[in-house]
């Protein structure tokens, strides 16, 4: 059984920056890529970034270009997501999320195969 645990979420000042970390289980890589995402309430999922579990590749939403870093540390069997340069935008429930399919677009968090509950990241002065 797959089972994604996000951690790491907080609140912050902008300008600030917060780890998240997703503990994955039961998860074999190579043929997934693993996602964060967010929701803001009353707006729609929206996709962060996305790493090849198997090639390591990376790719990000344009907001977040040069501020998000998404990595995978296979051993330890943990996602992160590395956000820097915190806007009161980037405030939303992070969800870590993984999937065969590579898509940069998703309506729905039940649209994954698999997904965590996720952590709340609130960005205010």
């Known amino acids: 059984q797959v089972q994604l645990v996000e951690s790491g979420g907080g609140s912050v000042q902008p300008g600030g920056s917060l780890r998240l970390s997703c503990a994955i289980s039961?998860?074999?890589?190579?043929?997934?890529?693993m996602y964060w995402v967010r929701q803001a309430p009353g707006k729609g999922l929206e996709w962060v970034a996305l790493i090849n579990s198997g090639t390591g590749t990376t790719v990000y939403e344009d907001s977040v270009m040069g501020r998000f870093t998404i990595s995978l540390d296979k051993p330890r069997n943990t996602l992160y997501l590395q956000m820097g340069s915190l806007m009161p935008e980037d405030t939303a429930m992070y969800y870590c999320?993984?999937?065969?399919?590579?898509?940069?677009?998703?309506?729905?968090?039940?649209?994954?195969?698999?997904r965590g509950q996720g952590t709340q990241v609130t960005v205010s002065s």
């Open positions: 039961g998860l074999t890589f190579g043929t997934y890529a």
């Open positions: 999320a993984a999937d065969q399919r590579y898509r940069q677009r998703w309506d729905d968090l039940k649209d994954f195969f698999h």
